[in-house]
């Protein structure tokens, strides 16, 4: 990963409105709301994840390569 | 100076190469048609994220002095593509889609694009997408740095994500073919919604060296293109071992049609239900003309049941401990809430609380899913069928979170095994269009994309255009 862009070559690359669109104030940050309904869903998905079945031999489906 | 129609942008790329090939036009004046193109129509459907016209002339140029000396290098030579925002192209910013990102540079190309350069591609510009590929769980089709990807068909309505301008950009004929990626669904879903043909790899088969990481063991490079040659022909070129991608399967791809098996011995397992209860009443009919023409191929369809596991817990808990470790800084520097979509920051904050116990579950399940995958592909069937998606594209303003019918869940349980699919347009309702995906076995390309050739051939729904 490089360095910055300068105006210039923002300018010289046609991307005027993109630069502006990341220049914009940022919204406002998610509220108390969101977050509790996204750690619900982690909440969810584990007790999902522990009504199946698994036997204790079976390794994650990931290797190692030394 | 060559004069361009409208069916030029809609052409196969074999058909473009014949151009130039029989000196109609060279890459240079082509490129330059698909620059104005792209400039012109792209932000009318938020398709673009940056035209790459100034690099595009010079790859064109130096691609026409291949023909000059009668040197083809493979069947994309010439030919201008786009690749999705998370594809690093040295000289102009990488967004990924997301503000904090928006003036990333890189000094070099990522793999597969270096792989289709080489090959003498042209590409003409960056495609927007959704930010950072919506691994937090995003709740509406404007989070993106670039906006909604709008659907040619009908701008009111989504083009699917994350590779939103990817498919919009195909469908609308502004590039011939495009990079997407998938990690769970971002390949399939713009095809169907946007009436194009994608195809997701096997796991390991492209490399994704210099690509964003979403989630490490469920990242996938993958073509959208008109057809399924077009697919295999950008797959041929694009895939092969990558020693700096850690998950390269480091296997080749050569698009060998002329040895697939005969589609009378091919089994293509599906459930029924996924095309009547399992999708939206109005898709109903068009599922059930792809079902006969399917079935007008000769193939021998069997009806199957897939594997029962919590496929979509599974993914999710997946990609939110990998995602979470790969944005961590982002978080810890406050950057995150920089982003656009409000649910899509919270999912990111949420997954830096993800423990190691339910990513190791959800890793060890996955186990099992392969296992599972790899016995129903021996003992039932050689390719599984089902709906792409189980609606139409839905509008821009709609939130993503509503209930939707829930036929098998194919899209993360192949991606969870890792598995090649190949989403082929199949029909239309209410004036939009709709797919049916192929799964297969690991490395089966050639085998998915016989199937595609051969649907393509019987029908014509690959061809239509969005409206003008």
Redesign the interface.
């Known amino acids: 990963?490089?360095?910055?862009?300068s105006r210039r070559r923002w300018a010289s690359?046609?991307?005027a409105p993109?630069?502006a669109?990341?220049q914009a104030p940022?919204?406002?940050?998610?509220?108390t709301e969101?977050?509790n309904?996204?750690?619900e869903?982690?909440a969810?998905?584990?007790q999902?994840?522990?009504?199946?079945k698994?036997p204790m031999a079976?390794?994650?489906?990931?290797q190692f390569k030394a | 100076m060559a004069q361009f129609t409208d069916d030029i942008f809609f052409a196969s790329t074999a058909e473009l190469q014949r151009g130039i090939r029989d000196k109609r036009y060279t890459s240079v004046e082509l490129t330059r048609a698909f620059c104005d193109r792209m400039e012109r129509l792209g932000p009318r459907f938020g398709a673009m994220a940056l035209s790459m016209r100034e690099t595009a002339m010079r790859q064109a140029h130096d691609a026409d002095g291949y023909f000059l000396r009668d040197r083809v290098r493979s069947p994309l030579q010439g030919i201008p593509f786009g690749v999705k925002d998370l594809v690093a192209a040295a000289g102009g910013p990488t967004t990924w889609g997301a503000k904090p990102y928006a003036g990333q540079m890189f000094e070099e190309d990522a793999t597969v694009l270096k792989r289709l350069l080489k090959v003498g591609g042209v590409n003409i510009a960056k495609l927007s997408m959704v930010e950072l590929a919506g691994g937090g769980g995003y709740r509406f089709a404007a989070a993106s740095l670039q906006g909604p990807g709008l659907n040619p068909w009908d701008r009111t309505r989504w083009s699917g994500g994350s590779s939103s301008g990817s498919g919009a950009a195909v469908a609308a004929g502004l590039v011939p073919y495009a990079l997407g990626s998938e990690t769970s669904g971002s390949i399939l879903t713009p095809a169907a919604f946007c009436g194009v043909t994608g195809l997701r790899p096997t796991y390991g088969l492209a490399p994704r060296t210099g690509c964003m990481a979403l989630s490490w063991t469920l990242d996938k490079i993958g073509p959208l293109a008109r057809s399924a040659e077009d697919c295999a022909l950008v797959l041929q070129a694009i895939a092969g071992g990558d020693a700096d991608d850690p998950g390269s399967a480091g296997k080749r791809f050569y698009y060998a049609p002329q040895f697939a098996t005969p589609l009378s011995e091919v089994r293509v397992g599906y459930h029924p239900g996924d095309f009547t209860g399992g999708v939206a009443e109005e898709t109903r009919a068009a599922f059930g003309q792809a079902l006969d023409a399917v079935a007008k191929l000769g193939v021998r369809l069997v009806e199957v049941k897939i594997p029962d596991y919590p496929y979509g817990a599974m993914v999710s808990t997946i990609i939110s401990a990998e995602m979470g470790s790969i944005f961590e800084e982002l978080v810890e520097s406050g950057k995150v809430d920089e982003l656009a979509d409000r649910r899509q920051i919270a999912g990111i904050k949420a997954s830096q609380e993800v423990t190691a116990k339910d990513y190791l579950r959800a890793m060890r399940l996955r186990r099992l899913v392969q296992q599972d995958f790899a016995k129903l592909f021996y003992e039932q069937a050689d390719l599984l069928l089902s709906p792409s998606r189980t609606t139409i594209a839905n509008k821009i303003s709609e939130p993503l979170d509503r209930p939707l019918p829930s036929g098998t869940p194919m899209i993360p349980a192949g991606n969870l095994a890792g598995l090649p699919a190949l989403s082929l347009p199949c029909g239309f309702a209410n004036g939009m269009p709709v797919g049916i995906a192929l799964v297969g076995p690991a490395y089966s390309e050639n085998k998915l994309l016989a199937f595609g050739n051969a649907f393509q051939k019987l029908t014509d729904w690959h061809r239509k255009r969005p409206p003008a």
């Open positions: 990963m490089a360095d910055k862009m690359l046609g991307v993109l630069l669109q990341s940022s919204q406002a940050p998610p509220s969101d977050l309904i996204q750690r869903n982690l969810r998905w584990r999902q994840l522990k009504q199946a698994l079976i390794e994650p489906a990931f």
